[in-house]
Each structure stands twice: as structure tokens, then as C-alpha cells.
């Protein structure tokens, strides 16, 4: 394929008739590719602020950020200037474009018909809110004190809700700011899969929590201790072994672990170290290790266009979910890697394996998210998504929240947060404007488990692979089916293509029936 960089692009080829001039796709790829590197800047920023940045910097950082945030909104709107980027819609529309130009201008078309329908003074005006009331929702959750964040929260409800009026919707103007992370969803879709959901999770967590031998061994001894200089080894062997190239990455140090990536070729994670618990780095290296696998994993040579970006956040999520959970919490995994963590770490880990198994997936409700184990990590999703729904729809208040937050959590995971610094402001989301955000970490899950049934189908010894060490060959078999394509698929198509259905919930409930009953012996 001659699109849109490779160098022999013969002559030949570019007087077919059906293919346009080489330098209008040229043209496009160099604009957007500016852009890109632009937006690189902000990544940079960002990453600098969460891992070493002081903290008196927030204020001057908000300011730089906003700023580059106006250049990069202005300069993309600027690739169709000279209707460069029109033209090529045209062509689109007309089918005269070749499978992955058409990519390029379906998805720069989609995102460049989103961002001109905001007023510059708009996304002004939400960077400057979005930043403030971060920092009051900082401050609101340290005070345990919710009527502090609230009037920021009213404005950024308020702005999210014009944002929809101004982006455009049909049903709901939840849509609207849905479709920025995951493409092609709907509310009303999101609504059937969670509530499907929600009716295997919650009985199936109460015939867990039946169980009289419910409380699984906790197999590391309060009095462990776990130097950081170790963890930080191990982490690293962890990654690599998964196929991280350490050589296009490195991996620091966040209070929030997360990952970023500037090109294929520079793509940071953060994990955290506890000293008391080693399993608190390993679990985020290999989850952010998995979303930095499909950064590393997008084709280099179409950098900066939406060939070289990732499908959708569900999609990248269901890659972290599936290093973290499908892998890192299997038994295989840790046939090759609790005698290393045993060696490590010398009379730690006395337990037997399938003890230690069982202790890695406690199934125990927690008021936190981030801290919840597979089965009950939905629920909090599901709670999340009803709630800012609502909010944007107009059917609940800013101020109802902490109370309409308790009954849900007493209703589906069966506990009460005792204050709102361990209930309604727990997550950063809202007071970022990351509104429509939420119901893509459950999709990640539905996928993962989707994807992982498929793998294990064409590749039948994947687990004993996985027991033996080799972390490689599912990297590659996601590199082929997954990350090599960036945007080619939507998240729908992709999961038609590589298993043969769409998004299937089934395959998760499975998932987890097979696994917890096996454990619970339920
Ligand atoms: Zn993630």
C-alpha cells in the first residue's frame, strides 16, 4: 500500500484514476502530523506534571496547557483552509479512495467536523474552568467537603451540557460526548449491555459472598516488607517480558499510575510502589504495560494520523484489562512468576500457589474503584454512568449526589461510604469535564474477555505458554489482530473481524463464572 508516506510511490500507480494525486493525501498527512507533534507538546506537560513537577507549578502549568490547548484546536481546524480536507470528503463520499485513505479522511473528517462546531471562546473557556475546578476538587476531597466542589461541578455540568447542544445529538446529549471516546456508541446501547450486566452481577456476587469460606487467605504477612529498589527491578521484568520495549519507554513513579505516548517510539507508563505489598506495582505495570503494548504496537510510518492511533478508549482498555486481569491474575502467569517473586522476596510467600491463586482474587465489595477486583468493578462503573447520565440529561441535581451515590452502592454492592472523600469524590473524571468517559473502562472488560476467548481459541496452548514464561506470543497475536490496524476498524468492526460477533457480554459473565466458581468452589 502506497498511503501515505512509503517513499517508492511509483508514478504509475499515481496516474490510476482512482487514486488522487499523491500530494493532496501527502498534504493532509504533513498538516496533521504538525498537529500531532504540536499535541505531543501538551503529552509532555502533562506527564511532566503527574511524575516531577512541584506542586506549586499546577498554577503556570494550567496556563502554558490552555494555551497550546487554543494553538493545537486552531491549527487542526486549519488543514481544511484551503478545503484541502473537504475535497477529500468528496472523494470519500465518491468511494474513489483506496481502503486506508479512506481511513484518514473518515476519521480526520470526524473529529475536524466535531471541533469546528466548538467556538474557540468555548474551549477557552472549558480549559480554564476544567483546570480550576480540578484543583478545588483536590483541595474538596482532602476536606472531605463536597459542598465545596459542588458550584464548580454545576458549571462543568452546565458546559458539558452545551457542549452537546453545540456538537448535536438525536436521543440523548449524553451521545454527544459519549461518541468523543467511544465512536459509533449510543446511550441507549450502553444502557442494554450494563443493565444486562447489572442482572448477572449482582446475584452472582451475593453466591459468592454466600460461600462460608469467603474469606480467601491473605497470603502477605502485615510485618512484609518489600524494598522499592526490588519492585522496580521486577516491574521492569514483568514489562519486558510482556514485549514492552524499554528502549522506547521508560517506567516512573505517579500517585495515579496511568500511560502516555508521544510516538510508538516514546511511550511512558507509571506504576506506584508500596512497601508493603509488592502485587500494588505489578498490577498497574502490566495493566498501563498493556495499554503502552498498542501505543508501541501502532505502524510508525503513518504517525499522526488516525492510521496510527488506537480504535477507541474501550478498545484500549480491553488491552489493559486483558495483561491485567486474563493474564496477570490467571494461574499460568504465576506458575512461572510466584518462584521468582518467592526468590525475590525469601520467606515471604510461604503459601502454595493455588492459595496465593486464590488471594490475588479476593472477590470483597470496596467503596474505591480502583481498588475493586473483577467482579465487582463493573457495578462501579454502572453507578457512575447512570449518575452523570442523568446529570447531563437534566433528571438529577449537583446537589443530590452524595445521597443518590450511597443508595446505589448500598443497592448493588451491598456497603455505605461513611464520607463523600470515599463516595462521590473519589474520581478526578467529572471535575476534568471527562463526562461520557466512565462506561468505556466496563466496555474494556466486556472486549477483553471477547478477544481473550479468541486468542485462546487459535492460539489452544496460550496458557501453558503463559505458565512457561512466554508473554510474547499473545503480544504478537494482539500486535496482528489488534494494534497493527489504528483506526481501520470502529471498536464494532474490529471485534466482528477478529471474533466473528460484535460486542458479546456473554463472554465476560462466562468469563467470570468459570473462573470464581472454580475458586469459590461456588
Ligand atoms: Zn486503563
Redesign the pocket.
Known amino acids: 500500500m502506497a498511503f501515505p508516506v512509503q517513499k517508492s510511490y511509483s508514478t504509475e500507480m499515481s496516474a490510476k484514476k482512482s487514486t488522487p494525486p499523491r500530494n493532496e493525501i501527502e498534504k493532509l498527512t504533513e498538516r496533521l502530523r504538525e498537529v500531532t507533534y504540536l499535541g505531543t507538546a501538551i503529552a509532555v506537560l502533562q506527564w511532566d506534571q503527574e511524575v516531577t513537577m512541584p506542586k506549586k507549578g499546577a498554577d503556570a502549568r494550567a496556563h502554558t496547557i490552555s494555551l497550546l490547548a487554543g494553538l493545537v484546536h486552531n491549527k487542526f481546524l486549519e488543514v481544511d483552509h484551503d478545503g484541502l480536507l473537504s475535497g477529500l470528503k468528496k472523494k470519500l463520499d465518491g468511494g474513489k479512495l483506496s481502503p486506508a485513505e479512506a481511513t484518514v479522511v473518515r476519521e480526520t473528517w470526524r473529529s475536524f467536523s466535531r471541533e469546528r462546531k466548538l467556538p474557540e471562546t468555548f474551549v477557552k473557556e472549558m480549559a480554564k474552568l476544567t483546570s480550576k475546578s480540578q484543583n478545588v476538587w483536590t483541595e474538596a476531597r482532602e476536606e472531605n467537603n463536597f459542598a465545596k466542589f459542588a458550584p464548580y461541578l454545576e458549571q462543568v455540568v452546565e458546559k458539558k451540557r452545551e457542549e452537546a447542544k453545540l456538537i448535536g445529538y438525536a436521543d440523548s446529549p449524553y451521545d454527544a460526548l459519549l461518541d468523543t471516546y467511544e465512536p459509533g456508541m449510543t446511550t441507549s446501547e450502553i444502557e442494554r449491555i450494563f443493565g444486562d450486566l447489572k442482572t448477572f452481577l449482582v446475584p452472582f456476587l451475593a453466591r459468592i459472598q454466600k460461600v462460608s469460606n469467603n474469606k480467601l487467605p491473605h497470603v502477605i504477612a502485615k510485618s512484609a516488607h518489600f524494598p522499592i529498589e526490588k519492585q522496580i527491578e521486577l516491574s521492569k521484568q514483568v514489562a519486558e517480558s510482556m514485549g514492552y520495549d524499554l528502549d522506547a519507554g521508560r517506567i516512573d513513579v505517579s500517585a495515579h499510575p496511568?500511560?502516555t505516548s508521544f510516538h510508538p517510539n516514546d511511550v511512558r507508563i507509571t506504576t506506584r510502589y508500596n512497601p508493603k505489598d509488592v502485587l500494588e506495582s505489578i498490577f498497574p505495570t502490566m495493566?498501563?504495560g498493556?495499554?503502552a503494548l498498542y501505543e508501541q504496537g501502532l505502524p510508525h510510518e503513518h504517525f499522526g494520523t488516525p492510521l496510527a492511533d488506537a480504535t477507541s478508549l474501550g478498545i484500549?482498555?480491553s488491552q489493559?484489562?486483558l495483561w491485567e486481569n486474563m493474564v496477570g491474575k490467571s494461574l499460568s502467569f504465576w506458575k512461572h512468576w510466584y518462584p521468582k517473586l518467592q526468590k525475590e522476596f525469601p520467606g515471604v510467600f510461604t503459601a502454595p500457589l493455588a492459595d496465593f491463586y486464590a488471594s490475588v482474587n479476593i472477590v470483597k465489595p470496596t467503596l474505591i474503584r480502583v481498588e475493586a477486583d473483577e467482579v465487582t468493578y463493573n457495578l462501579h462503573i454502572i453507578i457512575r454512568f447512570e449518575l452523570e447520565k442523568a446529570l447531563i440529561e437534566g433528571t438529577i441535581a449537583v446537589k443530590d449526589l452524595p445521597k443518590l451515590w450511597s443508595e446505589r452502592y448500598k443497592e448493588y454492592l451491598g456497603i455505605t461510604p461513611k464520607s463523600d472523600k470515599e463516595g462521590v469524590l473519589q474520581d478526578v473524571h467529572w471535575s476534568t469535564g471527562y463526562i461520557g468517559y466512565f462506561p468505556t473502562?466496563t466496555l474494556?472488560n466486556l472486549y477483553s474477555a471477547q478477544f481473550w476467548n479468541t486468542a485462546k481459541k487459535q492460539i489452544p496452548d496460550l496458557p501453558k505458554k503463559i505458565g512457561k514464561g512466554d508473554l510474547k506470543t499473545l503480544r504478537e497475536w494482539l500486535r496482528k489482530h489488534i494494534h497493527q490496524h489504528g483506526k481501520s476498524y470502529s471498536a464494532e468492526d474490529l471485534a466482528l473481524k477478529i471474533t466473528g460477533e460484535k460486542l458479546n457480554p456473554d463472554y465476560f459473565s462466562r468469563y467470570l463464572e468459570e473462573k470464581y466458581t472454580n475458586i469459590y468452589k461456588l
Open positions: 496511568f500511560t495493566h498501563e498493556g495499554h484500549h482498555e489493559s484489562r473502562y474494556g
